[in-house]
């Protein structure tokens, strides 16, 4: 196996549903609405299996100072192979001018993305409006 990673927008509605819904994402019931949005990210990094999406990471920024990572997600049978930490080294590397570069971490990837470089905020706490598509 030899994964290869890509700088691209273009992936297919079947592409996207595979990996979104191999993490069980709820996003990926919306494979027609992930198309689109991917084209709207400044910055997109893919992982490759041959023709198979393995992972992805999408990050948007306001052009100088902040950046912040939106979607991290390699399908499970992929975990251990360092895409994830690959994908992230790739934002930060195209990052590397900015101030900051953020991401919203779930409990169980904290450690994940402090072995990536990022410190836990102690003064922050996430806050979301999440709204179901119909």
């Known amino acids: 196996m030899e994964i290869k990673y890509k700088d691209t927008h273009d ?3 079947e592409q996207l549903e595979d990996l979104f819904l191999s993490v069980e994402w709820s996003s990926g019931h919306f494979p027609e609405k992930l198309v689109a949005a991917m084209k709207n990210f400044k910055t997109v990094y893919s992982a490759w299996d041959n ?6 990471v999408c990050a948007m920024d306001d052009g100088i100072m902040n950046a912040y990572v939106h979607y991290l997600l390699v399908n499970p049978d992929y975990h251990g192979k360092t895409v994830g930490r690959t994908l992230v080294e790739m934002v930060k590397q195209h990052y590397k001018d900015y101030l900051r570069i953020a991401v919203i971490a779930y409990d ?22 999440t709204s179901l598509w119909t």
């Open 108 to 129: 169980d990837e904290i450690h994940f993305y402090e072995h990536c470089g990022f410190e836990k905020s102690t003064d922050a706490s996430p806050m979301f409006i």
């Open 51 to 56: 023709e198979k999406l393995i992972g992805m």
């Open 11 to 13: 992936f297919s509605k």
